[in-house]
């Protein structure tokens, strides 16, 4: 009885050896086979301002239609001395070569604002890599570079048309503050919006476009009255690289 307990423990001893040296092999083999978890990513977001505490913002403006605001607007940025950026469509542009060249020699930051003037989240991803890289084929010999901003048509998004303006090498910005001029509310109405909701790193969205009937009336109004609030107006390239030495500032002083 002893030899056959004995001989039970041994077989029992080696069931249990065979059993670890196979969950270790197993081990072994799905650590050399199985892929490595995926780098978390995070997820592309438009720029509607930029994080800083400098009184600092930037006056852009949206043109896709007409011949007789572009020219009024120019001048006042011009006399005024205002760097801006200009949110430009493929098809005016193409049609207006002209006004394009003179906002070009007045040193005004130029980017995209898109082809057909139609809402991204209403097309494919193709859909929304064709009309980019459409205004992209317009604008770039014009203006001299390849866009590295657009502005979707109507500020309309979805996280599609995020991550595709993303993989063509492009930064959608939107706005933090927007003017309502396209809804030609009056000259007070739009100035009193602007003045009021502006701060600091912010994006104000205006147009240039002939719809808009007022903003070169405001415009003056609005120049004089962030400068009176202490505000220095540059472009959104540039905004964005005041707010990097910024942050970069504050982290040494860390």
Known sequence: MAFFTGRSLSVRRFAVALGL?????????VGRTSP????????PLPLRTAAMTQKELALTFDISWGTVMPPKVIAILEREKVPATFFLSGPWSGQHPEIVAELR??????????QAHVNYSG????????N??????????????????????NGDYDQRSLEVAQQLGYTVVLWGTDSHDWMNPGVGVITGRVLRLAHPGDI???????????TDIALPAIISGLRRQGYRLVTVDRLLRDAAKEHAAAARAD
Not at 36 to 43: F, I, L
Not at 123 to 130: C, D, F, I, P, T
Not at 205 to 214: E, R, V, Y
Request: glycine share 8%; net charge positive; with cysteine.
């Open 36 to 43: 490595a978890p995926a780098a978390a990513t995070t997820p």
């Open 123 to 130: 097309l494919s991803k193709a859909g929304v890599s064709q």
């Open 105 to 114: 020699r007045g040193g005004f930051q130029l980017e995209s604002h898109g």
């Open 132 to 153: 980019i890289l459409a205004a992209q084929a317009i604008l770039e010999p014009l203006v001299g570079k390849k866009p590295d901003m657009v502005r979707p048509p």
């Open 204 to 214: 104000v969205l205006l147009h240039a476009s002939d719809t808009c009937k007022q």
């Open 21 to 29: 040296i196979v969950v270790a092999s197993s081990l072994y083999f």
